[in-house]
């Protein structure tokens, strides 16, 4: 069985669209199915609609979030509940087209554990966007080791994959690189970006800063070597800087002197600074982790539990 993953915030114009496109397309491929639907504490009605659709459809299913966790989260508790032998996630927005899920499918039965839907286009986005975009896969890319410029959470992972994600302790999580970090058996199939036909965009600017430097952070150290680096390099301009000073203290030129000094706390002083930032932002990093905290809260669940599925 197939399961299909879908993580909603503020999408309650999408669900009966999304379910009702879905089910149509593997019924008529004859792929057995359920349709998970993880509502990522919506302020509209995303969760009424779910329990709607649940209601006539009995392959649809639900998991409501207490709050908004974000999409990693809802994600994650997407797999959790899902029984199917794989399992794919997929936006709610109809962005992922339907029909490469098919195709993901197909390879699945081929023997592919994971199967990662690759953007050829990356659809309708403003210049500022794309740049930034730019810089962050080009950073994690170097991270990960890993092409990620064209990487998608659109993705469809064998139950084993599912199992090895799920059993990971960490709570920081980037789906699309970690669906690439646990290696198993792996193809990819390219898709062209949708667009959106209801609702807007659940990014805004600051939260797309926010993402990038905690992925960055997550998967990299790099950022702490930048500022070693940078303390050399400060520290070898403070040893030209100092020889110059005594030159001139020793040749009768030592008023000239008050600048260099300023100049040396100014940029000492801003090393030390960015120097404590970074450490800061890893001991945060630490803290969360050490916190043990649950990735995600649910305060319910409806439709067809795993247990009733067992028999297929
Ligand atoms: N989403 C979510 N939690 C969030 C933000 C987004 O579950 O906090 C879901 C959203 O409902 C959609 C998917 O993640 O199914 C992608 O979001 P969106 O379409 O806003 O992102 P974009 O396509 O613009 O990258
Ligand atoms: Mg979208």
């Given at each position: 069985m197939l399961s299909v993953i879908l993580p909603a915030y503020n999408e309650e114009k999408m669900i009966a669209k999304a379910a009702g496109t879905i089910e149509q397309i593997l019924t008529d491929e004859g792929i057995d199915h359920e349709i998970v639907f993880v509502?990522?504490?919506?302020?509209?009605?995303t969760w009424a609609e779910i329990e709607h659709a649940a209601a006539s459809n009995p392959s649809v299913t639900g998991v409501n979030f207490s709050r908004n966790f974000g999409k990693e989260s809802a994600m994650l508790a997407g797999l959790a509940a899902a029984c199917g032998d794989c399992c794919a996630v997929m936006d709610?927005?109809?962005?992922?087209?339907?029909?490469t899920l098919v195709k993901m499918y197909r390879l699945w039965e081929q023997g592919y554990e994971v199967i990662e839907g690759v953007k050829r286009t990356r659809g309708k986005e403003s210049v500022m966007h794309r740049a930034s975009a730019g810089l962050f896969y080009k950073i994690i890319s170097k991270a990960v080791k890993?092409?990620?410029?064209?990487?998608?959470?659109?993705k469809l992972l064998d139950r084993r994959a599912v199992d090895a994600l799920l059993a990971l302790?960490?709570?920081?999580?980037f789906f699309r690189a970690l669906s690439s970090w646990i290696g198993f058996r792996t193809a990819s199939v390219e898709f062209d970006v949708q667009e959106r036909t209801e609702g807007e965009s659940k990014w805004s600017t600051w939260s797309l800063v926010q993402y990038a430097v905690k992925n960055i952070v997550s998967f990299s150290t790099v950022p702490m070597q930048f500022v070693t680096v940078a303390g050399m390099l400060v520290f070898l301009l403070a040893v030209v800087l100092g020889i110059q000073t005594l030159i001139r203290y020793f040749s009768g030129?030592?008023?000239?002197g008050f600048t260099t000094v300023i100049l040396l706390i100014l940029i000492i002083g801003s090393v030390i600074m960015i120097s404590l930032g970074i450490i800061g932002y890893y001991i945060a990093k630490i803290y969360e982790e050490v916190?043990?905290?649950?990735r995600y809260l649910i305060s319910k669940k409806i439709g067809r539990g795993c247990r009733d599925s067992a028999e297929k």
């Open positions: 509502n990522d504490g919506s302020k509209d009605g709610c927005d109809l962005q992922h087209p339907p029909e890993i092409d990620m410029s064209r990487a998608s959470d659109f302790p960490e709570r920081n999580t030129h030592a008023i000239a916190k043990g905290r649950p």
